[in-house]
């Protein structure tokens, strides 16, 4: 079976956003635009096709990310029969609420470009911040889309202003809007400087015509900005430009594609998908200047037996290398694996390594994703995005390979969960099916933690936040047939400590016969945080928020003990000192001890390490931290004096305020502890007409009033 699709003409691309910016609207006419379906869904009647979950369309928010795969040939090409001009997209459509943030992590981290969209009216929100964040940190080219501009109170200028102004000076307009509001007909292009409007049932037909005179002058002068901005790119498009010599349009589209690849340049358009109006032409900006898997750099890995970096090219020559990125029950067909296909093919049927675990597993078969809806494949190609049945050893982040090839590629990180609590299953019947969906849940998503309270031996959940638990909750009792009782939401504190200090642990115990020894002697420091490119001493262990130094010298201590001394630090750094919560950012230099040639053992080691971390950690000022968030309020502006005060009540500083539409937005930092129920709050002070957005923003000390009851609380 051969590639049907050149790789060149192929786009992995998401669509991202803040909540109700828009996104599955979006998605919805991309896919109806691209003919792969033939009715439009809307998300306030339930009806989308990339919001398939019950709970999405009940709540009319994405909770997982969806995806789809369609067709699109330029508008100016438009011919469906012409395959040669077709290209392949594969779309994933992510959420945009804070607490399924993880689904925008994973996608970023596979996709090679992104459509970023914005309302009209508020611009650029937290959570587009935070996926912009993302984005960055990945490396992702984007185009945005300023949408809802048919909305009262929408803006083009002023969204445009809030993306110059919180997310980058790089940004662009490509396009200025025909009219806003109610006036909102189309959009001028201003490379080609022509008008579009949509016309139609459903905007299906983009119609070509000449500036409005109202507009001209004002083209005119975006375009020269435009044409300069892309010419800065190219020293030689630059001295002719000076001259007076404007490269053509194809050499200027040339020029902003290599900007946009390169993150130089991010292409602003104008639209309103609701209404129909846009959304072809940012799929044309897409083919245009979105990258193919062949414009990217080589995917980078380590060699599993030699600790070597190696590359993988986007080729089907090369040795196989995909990432599994995501995990997702089907009440169908089962496990189902999405991966990203880096390099070289695979056909169902065949076994594949996954060399994050050193294990072989065969690939049951593939299928291609629309959404909800299956279409199995034999075979897939490098650049491709595709799923997996039948992988059960396989997790979020493991590399999937070629035996003889081996390659392990960097691993998602994910964000530490915030909210905890506590489930119990209703009957005895629902103890083991409870076991066996939470156990499904946590393994589909990474911020999503299963533990066990050792003291009370009840079943702990940990997420994001109170909604993201509340849909896990509803998705055990509708896809498991678990009911269960549950306690009230829990902030996940932390402990570390603020000081330094020396301790000493011996554990020795005589029963008659062969004794236990054990003898460590420690030094305790607050740790600094990682550089990433610094290279480790071999001495040295280090992981997120725990470092281990072993400055054993002579044998004081045999170098089998060694391994169970950093594991007791390790357990005794999971309870805590003050009132039992994980200990974070913690350094240990193990510097001296003793051993016994008969009575020492792993146990009394890993006994002694515990008692001298506790007492170090006693002694080197050891605090709880709590998480705090970051929170935007936005209200009509008679309540602004009613919501400052609320949150200066609730230890939250107010950072900031600004216009938001007819509204006010309030920007503040917040304890979490003193959120939980703010939404019901802020509903019954603004006559329910507020709203709130909130994210986890840092960990900070606990005041110690605070900390005092939240000791004894658990006690």
């Given amino acids: 079976m051969n590639r049907d699709y050149p790789l060149e003409k192929v786009r992995n691309f998401g669509i991202i956003a803040h909540i109700d910016a828009g996104k599955t609207t979006t998605s919805e006419r991309v896919l109806f635009y691209t003919g792969s379906q033939h009715k439009i869904g809307e998300v306030h009647e339930g009806e989308t096709t990339t919001d398939w979950m019950e709970q999405e369309r009940e709540r009319g928010i994405t909770i997982t990310a969806a995806a789809i795969t369609c067709f699109w040939t330029r508008t100016d090409e438009h011919d469906k029969k012409d395959m040669s001009k077709k290209f392949r997209f594969n779309i994933i459509d992510t959420p945009g609420h ?74 662009i307009r490509m396009q200025i809007p025909i009219g806003e509001e109610a006036e909102h007909e189309g959009a001028v292009d201003l490379l080609t400087m022509k008008a579009y409007t949509f016309t139609g049932n459903m905007g299906e037909e983009v119609v070509e015509g000449e500036i409005p005179a109202a507009l001209l002058e004002d083209a005119k002068k975006y375009r020269a900005l435009l044409v300069e901005r892309i010419v800065e790119q190219d020293d030689a498009a630059m001295s002719a430009y000076l001259e007076g010599n404007e490269p053509s349009l194809e050499e200027l589209k040339a020029l902003l594609r290599k900007a946009v690849i390169h993150n130089e340049i991010f292409p602003v358009y ?40 190696i590359e993988r090219h986007p080729s089907d020559d090369e040795p196989f290398c995909a990432l599994a990125f995501k995990l997702q029950t089907d009440p169908f067909v089962g496990a189902l694996t999405f991966f990203r296909v880096y390099s070289g093919t695979v056909t169902a049927g065949s076994y594949i390594y996954n060399s994050s675990t050193g294990s072989k597993e065969r690939i049951g078969r593939i299928v291609r994703l629309q959404a909800d809806k299956r279409e199995e494949v034999e075979k897939v190609f490098a650049g491709e995005i595709a799923a997996a049945v039948g992988l059960k050893d396989t997790k979020t982040s493991h590399t999937l390979c070629d035996e003889a090839n081996p390659i392990v590629l960097e691993e998602i990180k994910f964000p530490e969960p915030v909210v905890s609590l506590r489930i119990e299953p209703k009957t005895k019947a629902d103890q083991e099916k409870m076991g066996i969906a939470l156990h499904k849940l946590s393994d589909e ?166 008692m001298a971390f506790q007492e170090a950690a006693a002694r080197a000022k050891a605090v709880i931290l709590e998480p705090i968030m970051k929170v935007e309020v936005v209200v009509p502006e008679q309540f602004m004096g009613d919501i400052t005060g609320s949150i200066s009540g609730k230890r939250g500083q107010i950072e900031g305020m600004e216009d938001r539409g007819m509204n006010k937005a309030v920007h503040a930092k917040v304890p979490l502890s003193e959120m939980f129920g703010y939404t019901t709050t802020l509903r019954s002070m603004t006559e329910g007409r507020g709203n709130m957005t909130m994210e986890f923003d840092h960990y900070d000390v606990v005041p110690q009033s605070v900390a005092a009851d939240i000791i004894a609380s658990r006690k």
């Fill in 270 to 309: 104008c639209g309103s998908a609701l209404k129909n109006k846009g959304v072809q032409l940012v799929l044309d900006a897409v083919v245009d200047y979105l990258p193919s898997p062949l414009d990217l750099p080589a995917t980078t890995g380590i060699n599993p037996k030699t600790n070597e970096p």
């Fill in 98 to 171: 804070i607490d399924f943030t993880a689904e925008v992590k994973r996608s970023m981290r596979v996709l090679d470009g992104a459509v970023v969209v914005f309302d009209g009216v508020a611009g650029c929100e937290p959570q587009s911040e935070t996926n912009w964040r993302y984005a960055d940190e990945a490396k992702v080219p984007r185009v945005c889309l300023i949408n809802k501009l048919d909305r009262t109170g929408a803006s083009f200028e002023r969204s445009y202003a809030s993306i110059l102004d919180r997310l980058s000076p790089r940004a």
């Fill in 445 to 610: 998503d990474p911020t999503f933690r299963v533990t066990t309270d050792e003291e009370t031996n009840e079943t702990i959940i940990s997420g994001m936040g109170e909604l993201h638990l509340e849909i896990l909750v509803d998705r055990m009792k509708r896809e498991f047939n678990v009911v269960a009782d549950v306690g009230k939401p829990q902030v996940a504190y932390r402990e570390t400590i603020l000081g330094s200090a020396e301790a000493e642990g011996k554990y020795i115990k005589q029963t008659g016969g062969k004794g236990q020894y054990g003898h460590v002697k420690i030094r305790m420091k607050k740790m600094e945080p990682i550089d990433p490119e610094a290279k480790m001493p071999k001495n040295v262990t280090r992981e997120d928020h725990f470092e281990f130094i072993n400055n054993i010298k002579g044998g004081a201590i045999p170098q089998e003990f060694i391994g169970p001394v950093e594991k007791g630090m390790r357990e005794a750094m999971s309870r805590g000192v003050l009132a039992g919560f994980p200990m974070v950012d913690v350094s240990i230099d193990l510097y001296d001890g003793s051993y016994h040639d008969v009575d020492s053992s792993e146990i009394a080691y890993k006994i002694a390490a515990s």
